[in-house]
């Protein structure tokens, strides 16, 4: 399978930073001032991340053009998302801020596609706050830091802020994992319309 | 004190509509596209809703230009609720779409001041997003429909989603309360630069 042309074009554009990490081969969209990336550890399938290029960790740190820019990427990101996952309806949520429950300062817009019923075995439909927060949604560990090889998610400097609600273990995925993910929804995001 | 002139301007473009609902005098923030409103139960002081003027449910709904106007106006509006009331972050969630926990069908963000230990006494950081969905989050009975009268927010037609991490009640703000804010808000905005 060859490489999708906007893969390329990503590659090129290398390194790109997440915070104070490198997060390149799992970025799956670019724009001049943003880029869209696969989790480690998603809550559910096809949770992703949308971040401005530049690092800042407020949204009032933006531009109005790169705050233009990084929202019309969520709008097309969740489009395609919606699309790919066969999803009814997705939640969109900024943690501005470590009081609000930031933990990357880089901004970062969650998407992340509902279905009916779809953590009804899971503590119901707002389950998906609580686990946006507790250890599945602590992306500090989630990526390798500059430099570091990448030691999985389960390091003891890990911080709980909320308590889980289900004892279930989500391992890391692989790196070759996140990559092919990449590249799948690469192909997706060149199937979807510039408006 | 006399009438704001951003409040001038609103009241010539009434009515103004979210979703089913009227809700012209509890808007603070007008733009070509966009508006801030008032909560009638805010979760925290300062939880503020900004809405296309257009009433579509879903955010692939909205144009580009709705798009980037609507997240332009959650950047002002955000930075102006943070200076205003003394926060160090800001919770922006969007439930889009049912299956998310949306209650009215029309596109909203919500924009929430959060500081350190605000919800120490209510169950912590995250208990946010709880009450995002629980009876304090839940608009659909907070604004009278078209040509009815008030009749508070206790109605036996609300939902409750999610538990509620604590037993307090919250009585809805009378019309009066919540048209001082917007006026008082409406002033702020008014300091704000535009870019």
Redesign the interface.
């Given at each position: 399978m060859s490489i999708p042309n906007s893969i390329t074009h990503i590659l090129k554009a290398a390194p790109i930073h997440f915070g104070p990490f490198t997060v390149t081969t799992q970025v799956f969209h670019l724009t001049p001032h943003t880029y869209a990336l696969v989790n480690l550890k998603p809550i559910l399938p096809g949770h992703v991340l949308i971040s401005p290029r530049r690092v800042v960790p407020r949204?009032?740190d933006?531009?109005?053009t790169e705050?233009?820019d990084?929202?019309?990427t969520?709008?097309r990101v969740?489009?395609m998302i919606?699309r790919v996952y066969g999803?009814?309806?997705?939640?969109?949520?900024?943690?501005?801020?470590?009081?609000?429950?930031?933990s990357v300062p880089h901004v970062h817009a969650h998407v992340?596609p509902?279905?009916?019923g779809?953590l009804d075995s899971r503590g119901?439909?707002?389950a998906?706050?609580?686990m946006?927060?507790g250890e599945e949604g602590d992306l500090r560990d989630a990526f390798p830091r500059d430099g570091e090889v990448e030691e999985g998610a389960g390091g003891s400097s890990r911080r709980r802020?909320?308590p889980r609600v289900d004892n279930e273990e989500r391992k890391p995925r692989s790196l070759e994992e996140m990559e092919g993910e990449a590249w799948r929804l690469a192909r997706e995001m060149e199937k979807e319309l510039d408006?």
């Open positions: 949204v009032t933006l531009t109005p705050t233009s990084l929202f019309l969520v709008r969740a489009r919606e999803a009814s309806s997705l939640n969109i949520a900024i943690q501005d801020g470590a009081d609000a429950g930031q992340i509902r279905k009916r779809d119901g439909m707002d998906v706050y609580e946006l927060d802020r909320f408006d």
